[in-house]
């Protein structure tokens, strides 16, 4: 015999939170939880998605209110990871995904100089975009990847998963997989990263030397 969920107050929202943030589950995950206490009426798709933005941007905000309300944090959320556990990373990352490990680690240089998290112990941010991370994963770009934007922020190895996975699209990209000049590739590889394919290559296939991309090719 099932029991109706009890219905969605203040005070249980923030119970699921700490929870499921306790749990190190994802936004989706706690998207759902919450979803499950809605009335039926109210349980639509368009109601989910707009319950996982929710998620997505809350969990990115309670790492940093943790950390500020209380001065410490577990290591996962404010500990930058060390140079040696990303190159580790990422090593293993080249071989799955078929790119050089020297590409990557400039590709990482180039955008968050290694670091996952700014100095107060939040998500790496700078600006005014979504950018977040040791890749700097904007959230349309999470979204078309189908990546989990809030676990983007919290989650380092995560992040340099997708970072890899976005980069890895350019590198072996048919305009660029024939190039063998392989700093050149990479860099070209880096402009559809930051760029995007769209925006900077479509209407001149040539190498366009960007701004970005002279910083990247000085960290390769």
Same mark, same amino acid.
């Given at each position: 015999m099932s029991f109706p969920k009890p219905p969605l107050t203040p005070d249980l929202l923030a119970q699921i939170f700490a929870k499921n943030l306790g749990e190190g589950k994802s936004s989706g995950e706690i998207a759902s939880e919450i979803f499950t206490h809605l009335p039926e009426s109210k349980q639509t798709p368009q109601t989910y998605g707009e319950l996982v933005q929710f998620t997505e941007t809350t969990l990115t905000q309670l790492v940093g209110d943790k950390i500020q309300s209380t001065g410490t944090a577990s290591a996962q959320e404010v500990q930058n990871p060390t140079h040696e !556990? &990303? !190159?580790?990373? %990422? !090593? =293993? %990352?080249? &071989?799955?995904? =078929?790119?050089?490990?020297?590409a990557l680690v400039a590709l990482i240089a180039t955008e968050s100089d290694f670091r996952q998290f700014d100095e107060n112990g939040k998500p790496l941010s700078p600006g005014t975009s979504s950018a977040i991370g040791l890749g700097q994963i904007l959230k349309p770009t999470a979204k078309l990847y189908g990546a989990d934007y809030g676990k983007l922020g919290s989650d380092w190895e995560y992040n340099l998963e997708v970072a890899v996975q976005i980069y890895a699209a350019g590198y072996h990209h048919p305009w660029n997989s024939s190039i063998t000049d392989l700093a050149l590739r990479a860099a070209r590889a880096y402009g559809m990263y930051h760029d995007g394919f769209k925006a900077v290559y479509k209407t001149n296939p040539d190498y366009i030397d960007t701004v970005w991309e002279k910083r990247y090719k000085s960290r390769y």
């Open positions: !556990e &990303i !190159e580790k990373k %990422l !090593e =293993d %990352l080249a &071989i799955r995904y =078929d790119v050089p490990k020297k």
